[in-house]
């Protein structure tokens, strides 16, 4: 195990990212954003967190590459279908209850570690935001990086 500390205050740097998503579940690579947030915090050592404002929109990582993504659509669908019934549906009537499903089990938001002014992340793992509603979304993603400089 390899432990290295840092002393110094603390710095706080937040930014948004906007992307366009189709209808859900749709995602998008939003890695390069993230770390051009990075860079713009001038944090070498911290963390980044990022949440997508929504309650029908969710962050997670994957290896970005088709087979990955058609995967995990495929089992979104599968853990909150479109045309099971909801109790959502039924006050709201906008079509929209599994959107909010699948965005819950999924989580809003992803903390990253920030090591050498860098996220560290895997060879293959990339950030991706999710729109699950029923209609495209333009999202905004908060982020927020802390650490030191």
Do not use: C, F
Not at 36 to 52: C, F, P, Q, Y
Not at 109 to 126: A, C, H, K, M, Y
């Amino acid at each position: 195990m390899k432990a290295e500390s840092t002393s110094g205050p603390a710095s706080v740097y937040w930014s948004e990212i906007s992307v366009e998503l189709g209808t859900g579940p749709d995602l998008a690579d939003i890695t390069a954003g993230l770390q051009e947030a990075v860079k713009a915090s001038a944090i070498v050592n911290g963390v980044l967190t990022a949440v997508n404002i929504g309650s029908t929109g969710s962050l997670t990582t994957i290896e970005y590459e088709p087979g990955a993504v058609a995967d995990l659509k495929d089992a979104i669908t599968r853990l909150a279908p479109p045309q099971a019934d909801y109790a959502h549906e039924q006050a709201w009537h906008d079509g929209n209850g599994h959107s909010h499903v699948q965005a819950a089990l999924l989580g809003p938001g992803i903390s990253l570690p920030v090591r050498n002014g860098r996220l560290l992340l895997g060879t293959w793992q990339q950030v991706v935001a999710i729109n699950h509603d029923n209609r495209p979304r333009k999202r905004a993603i908060a982020v927020t990086v802390v650490g030191t400089r």
